[in-house]
T-cell receptor, first 111, second 114 residues
Framework: AQRVTQPEKLLSVFKGAPVELKCNYS??????LFWYVQYSRQRLQLLLR??SRESIKGFTADLNKGETSFHLKKPFAQEEDSAMYYC?????????????FGAGTRLAVHP | EPEVTQTPSHQVTQMGQEVILRCVPI?????FYWYRQILGQKVEFLVS????????KSEIFDDQFSVERPDGSNFTLKIRSTKLEDSAMYFC????????????FGPGTRLTVT
């Protein structure tokens, strides 16, 4: 079964601390993994995807196929990073046309 | 920058009534999607639409649901006879290419069924 698990509902850190938002997935083929972010009163928007291997706003995520994980990391959190973060999966074979979301993790960065 | 728009932002309806949620995808996009999020739960895929037909639908998307692209710009989700459990935030999304690529989301329509 296709599934995305984000074990933490809330992650609370102080400004300048490192951040790691966990994401594990279950998928039988070769998935495409994404992180979407929703800032307060804004729409869901793409933060990054594993195929582009880029860093956006200081965030990075590495796909670990052995551990079936796609954790989101940032070395130094900023207050403006406070938001809801969703890990999502899209299948290459089967489920090609949809995103499967995790439950989301709320990141709260305190001054 | 072009955005996906959705109307209305909030819809209140009585159980058993029909509702139509409207979306205007980004103009050069070819793939369209509806998702929903029940309060406190995860965002769930409902249906994808390409080339004027449904390309995939979830088990949630039963006979009470239908989608349509009535003209060159709108993309609608119809719920024929609403139930209390249909209360949720409904998100429309569009993508220039398939779901391997970025999906652009609308702001959502909050549907409340009383």
């Amino acid at each position: 079964a296709q599934r995305v698990t984000q074990p933490e509902k809330l992650l609370s850190v102080f400004k300048g601390a490192p951040v790691e938002l966990k994401c594990n997935y279950s998928y039988s083929g070769s998935p495409e993994l994404f992180w979407y972010v929703q800032y307060s009163r804004q729409r869901l928007q793409l933060l990054l995807r594993h195929i582009s291997r880029e860093s956006i706003k200081g965030f990075t995520a590495d796909l670990n196929k052995g551990e079936t994980s796609f954790h989101l990391k940032k070395p130094f959190a900023q207050e403006e990073d406070s938001a809801m973060y969703y890990c999502a999966l899209s299948g290459v074979s089967g489920g090609y046309n949809k995103l499967i979301f995790g439950a989301g993790t709320r990141l709260a960065v305190h001054p | 920058e072009p955005e996906v728009t959705q109307t209305p932002s909030h819809q209140v309806t009585q159980m058993g009534q029909e509702v139509i949620l409207r979306c205007v995808p980004i103009s050069n996009h070819l793939y369209f999607y509806w998702y929903r999020q029940i309060l406190g739960q995860k965002v769930e895929f409902l249906v994808s639409f390409y080339n004027n037909e449904i390309s995939e639908k979830s088990e949630i998307f039963d006979d009470q649901f239908s989608v349509e692209r009535p003209d060159g710009s709108n993309f609608t989700l119809k719920i024929r006879s609403t139930k209390l459990e249909d209360s949720a935030m409904y998100f429309c999304a569009s993508s220039e290419k398939g779901a391997k690529y970025e999906q652009y989301f609308g702001p959502g329509t909050r549907l409340t069924v009383t």
